[in-house]
């Protein structure tokens, strides 16, 4: 039996016109505010509140810093600016003394860890990744339906 995968599930769906449920509160918004602006004020102050209030909604609705919405911007200001801040600043006298070049050496030598592989144990490992390679190249040759894949090797 076979199931269909959803797809675009991150692209929201448009329901009104060109726009999604969300843009479309944000612009709704925007447009009554601005109406009740100009009803209410004079015209000059009107316009002073309309311009800042229209740029929000349309910026709420379409402006997407970083791929992320511009309401998460706003979120993430928010709670900046009201969370408490600590800065802690703490001067840490070091005193510097001449070392020897034996000493850092030693030092270098005994805080670097390589490991290390002979050259045996790197043909061994070379010997095992060949192996599998071909195992596996062979079954997958099987499940399609031949006897011998094409880029196997043999044994």
Request: charged content about 20%; hydrophobic content about 45%; glycine content about 6%.
């Amino acid at each position: 039996m076979r199931y269909q995968v959803p797809q675009f599930i991150e692209v929201e769906d448009k329901i009104f016109g060109p726009f999604t449920f969300k843009q479309f509160i944000y612009m709704a918004g925007g447009a009554g505010l601005c109406f009740i602006a100009y009803r209410t004020l004079p015209f000059l102050a009107a316009i002073v509140i309309m311009v800042p209030a229209g740029g929000f909604a349309a910026a709420l609705a379409f402006y997407k810093p970083n791929n992320r919405p511009f309401i998460n911007a706003i979120e993430s200001a928010f709670n900046y600016y009201i969370t408490q801040k600590l800065y802690i600043w703490r001067k840490v006298d070091k005193k510097v003394e001449p070392k020897t070049i034996t000493e850092v050496l030693e030092a270098a030598k005994s805080s670097v860890s390589v490991p290390k592989l002979s050259e045996s144990h790197l043909k061994d490992l070379a010997w095992s990744l060949d192996i599998n390679e071909t195992i596996y190249s062979r079954e997958s040759g099987k499940l399609q339906g031949r006897n011998d894949a094409p880029n196997s090797k043999p044994f």
